[in-house]
C-alpha cells in the first residue's frame, strides 16, 4: 500500500522544485491521507467529481498537482458544496485536502497529490 500524500510548497522555489520532481526538504508542508480517507472520498465520488471537473487524474497510484491557482480556488468552492458521507474517514479526508488547497492558495504555489 503506498502512502498517499497531498503536500504544497511554501516557496517558489520548493513549487519549482517539486514539478521538476526534486527532492524538498523544508520550505514544504506534507499531509499524509490514510487509506481509510482516500477509499471514504473514493466511495464518495469526491475524486472523480475532481477529475472530471478539473481535467485532472488523481487515483490509487497516480502522481498529479494543481499549480494554477486560479484552478485552486475554484477547487476549493466546488468542494465546499460538494456533500460527503457521515463517514468519519471521508470527513477527515476533506478536510486535509481543504488544508492542502487553502495553504496553495494562500501562498500562491501548487498542490501535489502522490497516491
Known amino acids: 500500500m503506498k502512502t498517499k500524500i497531498i503536500s ?4 517558489e522555489q520548493a513549487n519549482k522544485a517539486l514539478y521538476f520532481g526534486q527532492d524538498v ?10 487509506q481509510g480517507e482516500f477509499d471514504a472520498l473514493w466511495r ?9 471537473n478539473f481535467n485532472l487524474w488523481i487515483d ?3 502522481d498529479e498537482n494543481i499549480s494554477d491557482l486560479e484552478n ?14 457521515d463517514h468519519p474517514m ?4 476533506l478536510q486535509k485536502l481543504f488544508k492542502q488547497l487553502k495553504v496553495a492558495a494562500e501562498k500562491k ?3 501535489f497529490f502522490y497516491f
Request: glycine share 4%; no cysteine.
Open 109 to 111: 504555489t501548487a498542490v
Open 8 to 11: 504544497v510548497p511554501l516557496t
Open 72 to 85: 485552486i480556488n475554484r477547487l476549493i468552492k466546488y468542494l465546499e458544496n460538494v456533500e460527503v458521507s
Open 90 to 93: 471521508a470527513i477527515s479526508g
Open 25 to 34: 526538504e523544508n520550505d514544504v508542508t506534507d499531509v499524509v491521507l490514510s
Open 60 to 62: 490509487e497510484y497516480e
Open 44 to 52: 464518495d465520488g469526491i475524486w472523480d467529481k475532481i477529475n472530471v
